[in-house]
T-cell receptor, first 111, second 111 residues
Framework: EDQVTQSPEALRLQEGESSSLNCSYTVSGLRGLFWYRQDPGKGPEFLFTLYSAGEEKEKERLKATLTKKESFLHITAPKPEDSATYLCAVQAIRNTDKLIFGTGTRLQVFP | EPEVTQTPSHQVTQMGQEVILRCVPISNHLYFYWYRQILGQKVEFLVSFYNNEISEKSEIFDDQFSVERPDGSNFTLKIRSTKLEDSAMYFC?????????FGDGTRLSIL
């Protein structure tokens, strides 16, 4: 069964304190791994797509990496506005478009 | 930047009543989706829709659910006879050749 597990569930950081969020996945052939940001009361906002092991994507203070079993979202020198829930989702290579989501990591960055 | 819009933002309905959730996908997208998120749980896939027909549906999407694209811009989810357990955030998403983009959801509360 295709599955996504994210850790930690919650993370509290001081402004400027870098850290990483983990997404472990089990899927019968990976077509793509997606990172989304979700603010309270809002829908998931697309951040990155990763397709193959070794791939990296960057956007401002965020960097996403992918291995054959997991992905990391690295946050460098976070700011309070980076506070949100970060969702990881996978799409299987078989004939399907559905995204399978993890439960997310709730990040709080304090000034 | 184009976005997916959903109405209403909050819908309160008596158990057993029919409800229609509305979505306007991004205009040049061809693939449409509904997901739901029960409070404190993962975002779950319900259904995907392409070329005026359902392309995939989950076990959750039983006979009480239906989707329709009544015109060139709207995409709707109908729940025929609502149950208490249908209370959730319902997200519409759309995609072209790239990632799925989500609306901000409709919070459905069943009394």
């Amino acid at each position: 069964e295709d599955q996504v597990t994210q850790s930690p569930e919650a993370l509290r950081l001081q402004e400027g304190e870098s850290s990483s969020l983990n997404c472990s996945y089990t899927v019968s052939g990976l077509r793509g791994l997606f990172w989304y940001r979700q603010d309270p009361g809002k829908g998931p906002e697309f951040l990155f797509t990763l397709y193959s092991a070794g791939e990296e994507k960057e956007k401002e203070r965020l960097k996403a990496t992918l291995t054959k079993k997991e992905s990391f979202l690295h946050i460098t020198a976070p700011k309070p506005e980076d506070s949100a829930t970060y969702l990881c989702a996978v799409q299987a290579i078989r004939n399907t478009d559905k995204l399978i989501f993890g439960t997310g990591t709730r990040l709080q960055v304090f000034p | 930047e184009p976005e997916v819009t959903q109405t209403p933002s909050h819908q309160v309905t008596q158990m057993g009543q029919e409800v229609i959730l509305r979505c306007v996908p991004i205009s040049n997208h061809l693939y449409f989706y509904w997901y739901r998120q029960i409070l404190g749980q993962k975002v779950e896939f319900l259904v995907s829709f392409y070329n005026n027909e359902i392309s995939e549906k989950s076990e959750i999407f039983d006979d009480q659910f239906s989707v329709e694209r009544p015109d060139g811009s709207n995409f709707t989810l109908k729940i025929r006879s609502t149950k208490l357990e249908d209370s959730a955030m319902y997200f519409c998403a759309s995609s072209g050749t790239g990632p799925q983009h989500f609306g901000d959801g409709t919070r459905l509360s069943i009394l």
